[in-house]
C-alpha cells in the first residue's frame, strides 16, 4: 500500500515464516502480497550477526550478501501520525480484482470503481468500498476476489476474469460488467459464477460460467498461459509454466526457503563471545586511538551487548582476539565449498565441558538411565539456546525440498529483481534436550542383513519418488538418519504430553552421520520469538535421567502399534514410491513446524519389531 496508509501488524518470525515476502496476507477487510527487499527501508532493518548463517546464505545467492537484517521497525509512540507509523514492510494490494459485497460487482481496484478508505487509529479497519449504496445509505465494502491463479515457477496473477467469462473470445464492443454470485449454500467452486452483464440479451438471465471449470482437466484448456507475474516485485519475465487456479488463502500459495542455525559460543567467557560475535565489525576501530575508539564504539547498534563489561575490558579483549586470528579467505571457501552447519553445532552440543552464556547454555545430566545406557550415551540440557532463521526466496504450488542444496533454483521466486545486498532474518530463544548415541552398537545394526535388506526398499522408494517428480538424483540419508529421525517424532509426541508445550511447538534437530566425521543424536528444542521463549518443561524432563528413560520406553511401546495397522505396519516405500515405510499421520507423523524433512525418511519399523508380517525380528534397534 502507499506509506501512508498502515493496514496491519505482524510478528517478526511471522514475516519470514508465514507471511513473508511475496506471501498473501489475508487481513480483516483486506489482501495483500509483502513487496520484495527493493522496497523495504533498509535503513531501518538491523543488521544481525551470525556468521555461518552469512555463509550459508552467500553460498545459495552470491558473495554480493553482506549482511542478514531484521525487518525494518521502530517504536510506535501515542501519536500514529509520527513516523513510525510510516515505517514498516511494505504490501501492495492483492489480487487487484474486487467484488462488491452488495451488488456482486466484479472489478479491478484500479477500474475507479472502488475506493480505499484508510483508518490511522485502526489499521486493521481499512478497506475499499464501492459506490453502490447499501443500509442507511452507506457504501458497502469491497473484498477481493476468491481466486487467483499460480504456477509451480513462483508467479502468481490475478485471475484472468474477463477472459475465463468470455471463454477466450475477445468480447463485443460495449459495457462488460462482470459479476461473482454464488448458486447454493456449499461454498464450492461449481456453485460460484463468473456473468458478464453486457453479454446477456436478458438483463434477468442467471446463467453464466462456473467456476469448477477453472480446476481439474479442464484448468489447461481454460486458462490462458501464465504471464509470469511477481507481484511482490511488480514485474513480469518470460514463463513456460501451466498455471493453475488456486483459492485465495490456499496454503501452497507460498512456501518459505530458509537456513537456520543456532548460534554457538565464541569463547569460554561471556566477554569472548560478545566480542567473538561482533569482533567483523569491531575490527576496524583497532588503530583508531582509544579515545575515538570508545566514543565510536559506544555509538553502534551492539553496543548494549558490550555495555555491562565496560569499554576497557572490551577493547582489551578486542586486540587479544585479533592477535590470535588466523587470516583465512573466507570468501573462496564459501564459494567453493558447502557450508557445514550441522558439524559445529555437534561439536558444540558434544564438548565435554558444560557452557554458560547468554545465547547458549548446556550443562551435562550425570547418568543416564540403567535401561538406555547400552545405546543412549550422553544426555546434555539446553536450557538456553538462540534459533538465527534467514529467508532467501520462496515457491508456490509444491514446497521446497528439505534439502535446500537440491531445490531446483528455478522453482525459487527471487526477493529482489537484483542480486540481494542483504536477507531478511529473525531470531529465537528457547531451550532443548540433547540425546547423544553410543557409535558402536548403532553402526553394528547398520552392517546387520536384516537392517540392509530394509535399506533396499527404502532406497528404492527413495529414487521412484525423485523420478515420479523429474528430480535429480540426490544422496541417500543413511539408516542411521532414519532410525534417529523416527525416533525424534515418537518423542516429539510423548514429551509434549509432559512439558507443557504443544506438539507443533517443539521442534526437532538430527545429527546423523557416518565415516570419518561420525554423528548420532538428536535435539528436540523449543524456541520462540519473545526474550526468554522457554517456559523450562524441555528442560526439566531431562533433569531426572530415570523419569526420561520412561518416557523413551512409552515413546517406543506406543510405536509397536498404529491405530492404522497392519495397513501402515506392511506399507512397502518402493512399491509405492514413497519416502517413508512404517509411517502415518496417526503414528509418526509431525506438524511441518516440527519436522525438518517434512514427514519424510521415517519408519517406526527400524526402532521397534512391529506387527507387520513381511519384516523379520530383529529388525528394530531397541528391544
Not at 524441555?538 to 510405536?559: E, M, Q, Y
Request: proline residues 7%; negative net charge.
Amino acid at each position: 500500500m502507499n506509506d501512508s496508509v498502515r493496514v496491519g501488524e505482524l510478528r517478526t518470525s511471522q514475516l519470514l515464516h508465514t507471511f513473508g515476502i511475496g506471501a498473501m496476507v489475508d487481513l480483516p477487510n483486506l489482501s495483500v502480497v509483502v513487496r520484495g527487499l527493493d522496497a523495504w527501508k533498509s535503513a531501518h532493518a538491523l543488521p544481525l550477526e551470525e556468521d555461518r548463517l552469512l555463509a550459508a546464505v552467500r553460498r545459495k545467492l552470491g558473495p554480493q550478501v553482506k549482511e542478514l537484517r531484521t525487518p525494518p521497525y521502530i517504536p510506535s509512540t501515542a501519536n500514529v501520525h509520527d513516523e513510525w507509523a510510516r515505517i514498516g514492510v511494505p504490501v501492495s494490494a492483492f489480487p487487484r480484482w474486487l467484488r462488491c459485497t452488495k451488488c456482486h460487482r466484479l472489478s479491478s481496484a484500479d477500474s475507479g470503481a472502488f475506493d480505499l478508505l484508510p483508518n490511522p487509529y485502526s489499521p486493521d479497519k481499512t478497506r475499499y468500498v464501492h459506490g453502490c449504496r447499501g443500509e442507511g445509505n452507506k457504501r458497502p465494502a469491497a473484498v477481493p476476489a476468491r481466486f487467483v491463479m499460480a504456477c509451480a515457477a513462483g508467479h502468481i496473477d490475478d485471475f484472468p476474469w474477463v477472459y475465463f467469462a468470455h471463454q477466450g473470445q475477445t468480447p463485443e464492443a460495449g459495457e462488460h460488467t462482470l459479476k461473482l454470485v454464488e448458486r447454493g449454500t456449499t461454498g464450492e467452486a461449481a456453485g460460484v459464477l463468473v456473468i458478464c452483464e453486457g453479454c446477456n440479451e436478458d438483463p434477468g438471465r442467471t446463467g453464466g460460467r462456473s467456476m469448477g471449470q477453472a480446476f481439474g482437466p479442464e484448468n489447461a484448456v481454460n486458462l490462458p498461459r501464465c504471464r509470469g507475474r511477481h507481484p511482490h516485485l511488480a514485474s513480469f519475465e518470460q514463463c513456460d509454466e501451466e498455471p493453475r487456479t488456486m483459492v485465495l488463502g490456499a496454503t501452497n500459495s507460498w512456501f518459505p526457503t530458509q537456513m537456520r542455525v543456532f548460534s554457538l559460543p565464541q569463547g569460554d567467557t561471556a566477554l569472548t563471545d560478545a566480542v567473538g560475535k561482533h569482533l567483523s565489525d569491531l575490527k576496524i576501530m583497532a588503530p583508531l586511538p582509544k579515545e575515538d575508539a570508545e566514543h565510536a564504539l559506544r555509538l553502534m547498534p551492539f553496543w548494549a551487548d558490550l555495555d555491562e563489561f565496560g569499554f576497557d575490558a572490551v577493547w582489551d579483549e578486542i586486540h587479544a582476539q585479533l592477535a590470535g586470528e588466523q587470516t583465512t579467505d573466507t570468501t573462496s571457501d564459501t564459494e567453493d565449498e558447502e557450508v557445514d552447519l550441522a558439524g559445529p553445532e555437534w561439536e558444540a552440543f558434544t564438548q565435554p565441558r558444560d557452557v554458560d552464556l547468554r545465547d547458549f547454555t548446556t550443562r551435562r545430566v550425570a547418568r543416564v538411565a540403567r535401561n538406555h545406557r547400552e545405546r543412549l550415551q550422553e544426555v546434555v540440557l539446553v536450557p538456553r539456546l538462540r534459533e538465527v532463521s534467514a529467508l532467501y526466496g520462496f515457491t508456490r504450488v509444491d514446497a521446497p525440498e528439505f534439502d535446500v542444496v537440491s531445490t531446483d533454483d528455478t522453482r525459487i521466486a527471487p526477493l529482489t529483481t537484483k542480486a540481494p545486498e542483504w536477507v531478511p532474518c529473525a531470531e529465537q530463544r528457547g531451550e532443548g534436550i540433547f540425546l547423544r548415541f553410543a557409535e558402536e552398537p548403532l553402526a553394528a545394526w547398520e552392517t546387520t542383513p536384516v537392517v540392509k535388506e530394509r535399506e533396499k526398499q527404502l532406497i528404492g522408494g527413495h529414487q521412484r519418488w525423485r523420478q515420479a517428480r523429474n528430480l535429480p538424483p540426490a544422496d541417500w540419508p543413511g539408516m542411521r538418519y532414519v532410525l534417529l529421525h523416527s525416533l525424534a517424532h515418537i518423542l516429539l509426541r510423548e514429551l509434549s504430553l509432559e512439558a507443557g508445550y504443544s506438539a507443533s511447538g517443539i521442534a526437532e534437530k538430527v545429527y546423523a552421520r557416518s565415516g570419518e566425521e561420525q554423528m548420532a543424536g538428536i535435539l528436540l528444542y523449543t524456541a520462540a520469538p519473545d526474550s526468554e521463549g522457554t517456559l523450562g518443561g524441555l528442560v526439566s524432563l531431562g533433569t531426572d535421567p530415570d523419569r526420561l528413560g520412561l518416557l523413551i520406553d512409552h515413546a517406543l511401546d506406543a510405536a509397536r502399534l498404529c491405530s492404522s495397522d497392519p495397513l501402515c505396519a506392511e506399507h512397502d516405500p518402493d512399491d509405492h514410491a514413497r519416502l517413508h515405510g512404517a509411517a502415518c499421520h496417526v503414528c509418526l507423523f509431525a506438524s511441518e513446524t516440527s519436522c525438518e524433512r517434512n514427514n519424510h525418511y521415517l519408519d517406526r519399523a527400524l526402532l521397534v519389531d512391529t506387527i507387520s508380517q513381511d519384516l523379520p525380528a530383529g529388525l528394530g534397534y531397541f528391544p
